[in-house]
């Protein structure tokens, strides 16, 4: 299905920012890359994507201000194409369609670097459909023409006005927000009837998406108004009138609410969907990871006859504990006698796609009435074995120690902070109603990598008391935590709101 050749450099076209728009060549080409340069209109779901060895670096604009400069971009791929490494570029939409894809490849030709080009969709045919708005509709545009309203500082707008105030179908202009005045006058002084529709979209397919409708005559002033920010897509045709909206969800109980999911790759992976589900727009920016301990083999099959119990804290815990019994080459009959106990709803279905049905599962998914819950079931004979993270917390232990139940502690996974989407999440935060965090860990990761602390007042939602003590010892008061350690949970705690 995929194509097996690598090559050193892949300019890659993401599409318009919906993750789901991603080809299935570019998702295989981030997940390969050592090194994945960015813009500024990659959605950071689409970054956690990457390998976490990969290095992430950023090259887009700030406020008008180069990050790195077309050069130093040129550059940077250069030098780490030499150096062996698998260079993937990431840019917005297609690389060939504005933002300056045909010069890297030239670039790259002229100094013989092998290279490809991955297509994506382009923003300004479907940042229009999600939008509502048919780029072409039969006997309305039967052509569309796409141009950039960009113009290098102090110059005028280069763009024939007399000759596009005649075209018969769409108009579309990229980069064009800062000139929009501009390119109004020159099609209402060209003879466009200032009645034909008009639309402004703003981060297209993206969750935090706006879409102006109005017409070329008040088109600028709605855009004024509305305080409308780049990337956006000007569309001007009478396709504007029509509204074939797909991609809003209204009526919902999450509705229009931007929400950004922090954990582990693949907890915000089960998340998402149920939080869109409920009509939210999710963004997927994994602060956390987690990397797998080696345990040697001896210790671990030894401790895994003693057991009566066998005691797994998080879905995470669940997955590491069954990779271990095939990499360790075990007979997944030998648990047989064991009884398997879960903390809560995510590790009892994570333990369900391993075909086991999990024994206990507390009341309460918390390590509180785990314990209170699990002494019960426990006797002098019982020997728990606690397969958990790391860092996790003294009240299992103590609490087992305490009833004089017979233990062993085993970390199996240790869950690392990623600082690569540091300067992401310091970009995007302002734009979330709601900041989801899901474990301690996750707290500790924002706040360590959030530069304003004020960004996070009265916006942070915690899954449950664990989570919101890290966030107080931060200083983070305004915190909503949830009552059912879960999705469900959260999202209740949220619709209260
Ligand atoms: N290669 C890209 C375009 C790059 S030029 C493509 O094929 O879509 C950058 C311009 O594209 C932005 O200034 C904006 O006008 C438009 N654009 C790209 N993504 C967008 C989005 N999600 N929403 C609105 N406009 C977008």
Redesign the pocket.
Known sequence: MFDKEIKKVSLV?VG??DENLLTIKACKCIEDADVIIYDN?INPTILNRANMGAKLIYAGKISGNHYLTQDKINETIVSYALAGEYVVRL?????Y???RGGEEAEYLLQRGIDFEIVHGV???YA?LGYAGIPVTFRGEAASFHVFTGHRKQGEPLNLDFAGIAKLEGSLVF???ISNLGAIVNGLLSNGMNPDTGAAI??????YNQRVFRGKLSNIEEIAKKENIV????IAIGNVCKKNLDFFKKDGLPLSNKNILLTATRSLTEKMAPEFKALGANVCEMSLIATKEMEIERDKFTLELELATHILLTSANGVDIFFEKIKKYDLDIRSLHNKKICVIGSGSASALKKYGVRADFIPSKFDSKSFLEEMVTELNEKSRVLMLRAKLGNDILPNGLKAAGIKFCDIPIYDTIIDYRRKFELNKEIKNFDYIVLASASAAKALCEMIEDMNALKERVVSIGPMTTKALMEFGIEEVITANQYDVKGIVDAIRKL
């Not at 979209?201 to 993206?206: L, P, S």
Request: no cysteine.
């Open positions: 076209g318009p920012g209109l840019k917005g939409g297609d690389p369609i504005f933002g382009s923003s300004f940042g990229l980069m064009g979209i703003e981060n297209a397919t993206r780049s990337p956006a897509l």
